[in-house]
Each structure stands twice: as C-alpha cells, then as structure tokens.
C-alpha cells in the first residue's frame, strides 16, 4: 500500500503541489506513525484490476471508524470512479456501525471528491510534514439524519 500511496502523490500532485511539498508528502508516509497505524489497524476497502488480483489500484482506511485517514489511488487508475466506490462503501461500512459523522483532513487532491460527495468544510488549516507548509482542509459528513439536519442548520 506504500507504493500505492507514493504513487498515486507523485503522479497526481503535480497540478496542485511544489516539488518540495510532494517530496515531503512523500517521505512523511515512511515516517508516519499515524499512516503505519491507519495501515495496520484501521478498517480498509481496496480495488483491483479483474485481470491483476494481486495489484492494488486504490485503497481507502476508517482509522479511527469515524475519520477518512487513507484514500489514495494509482495515476494510471484515476479518474475512473474508484476513489468514489471506496468512498461510498466505507461511509455505508460505518453508518451500519453507528457512526453518526465521519471527518478527516483533505489535501486539495481529495477535496474536490469529497465536496461532490456531500462532505462540508469545517476548516482550512495549515500543517507542517517534514518542515514544509501544507494547506488542508477539516471535513466532515453526517451520517444520520440527526446529524444531516444539524449539518443544515448550521451551513
């Protein structure tokens, strides 16, 4: 999932990030204890080629089961619905978990996805990964109605 991940930053960031700020993107997934704890204990949905079982396309994580911490997808396998699928099957994963809300903290890669999904910006924030300056952004999405009708109150 390593490569995965490398992979789908250094084809896709291109557009939107210095190379100084994809090389730390990079180098922080080797580093971080929050990915190799996402990547070993959180719950995961991935997607394969039918003719390729074994090579790993696109990958999303619930760690903690109500935060997005992982959703990644190769360059060559962008654009194709596979970020969304994974997408849906994990916010159903955890709505029959009674999660009521899920959050997470989106790059300018996933924010777009996620605003088409009926995520809602909570916050723009600005974040340090191997001393380079990141803008993110706190999102959340209301799983339960009790939090969709609180969600449209306050937007």
Known sequence: MLLLY???VVSQAVRLYSPAQI???VEHSSRSNGVAIALQQGYGLGSHPVDQPNELEAFGILEPA?????LYC???ASRRGLASTILEQLEAHARRHGVPQLR???SQLSRPLLLRRGWQVEA???VQLQGVSFERWRMI???TTAHL???AARG
């Open 124 to 126: 723009a924030e600005t």
């Open 6 to 8: 490398r992979d789908a």
């Open 74 to 76: 190769r360059g060559v």
């Open 104 to 106: 997470t903290e989106a």
């Open 141 to 143: 999405k209301p799983l």
């Open 23 to 25: 090389a730390a993107w």
């Open 66 to 70: 109500d935060r997005l911490s992982l």
């Open 149 to 151: 009708g609180a969600a």
